[in-house]
C-alpha cells in the first residue's frame, strides 16, 4: 500500500490515527421503535469494530425518550427497549475497517 493520505499524531509522537487504517463501512440501517427492544445478525459486523448513530424524522420526540442502549456480539446487533414516549427512529450502523474489508 502506498503512503498515508491522512495521519494524526499525538503529543509524543505516536501515531494516533491514519486514514489508511480505519475507515468508516455503513452496513446497514433498521428502524425501530424507541420503547421496544430487538436484535439484527449481519455476519458482516465481524469484520471490524461495529459503529451506530440513531437517526430519527423527529429530533424533538426523541428528546422525550430514554435512548435504547446498543451492544455488538458475535455478528448481531441488539437493543434495549428505551424509557418514555415511544417514537419511531432508525439505527445505522457499520463498521471501522482497515480498508481491506
Avoid: C
Amino acid at each position: 500500500m502506498g503512503q498515508p493520505i491522512f495521519e494524526i499524531y499525538n503529543s509524543d509522537e505516536s501515531l494516533q490515527i491514519s486514514l489508511t487504517s480505519r475507515l468508516t463501512k455503513y452496513l446497514g440501517s433498521v428502524s425501530i421503535t424507541s420503547t421496544v427492544a430487538g436484535s439484527i445478525a449481519d455476519s458482516r459486523l465481524l469484520q471490524g469494530t461495529p459503529w451506530f448513530v440513531f437517526t430519527g424524522p423527529n429530533e424533538q420526540a426523541q428528546s422525550r425518550a430514554t435512548l435504547p442502549d446498543v451492544t455488538f456480539s458475535n455478528g448481531s446487533m441488539q437493543w434495549t427497549a428505551g424509557i418514555g414516549t415511544a417514537t419511531a427512529m432508525v439505527i445505522a450502523y457499520g463498521i471501522y475497517s482497515n480498508g481491506a474489508n
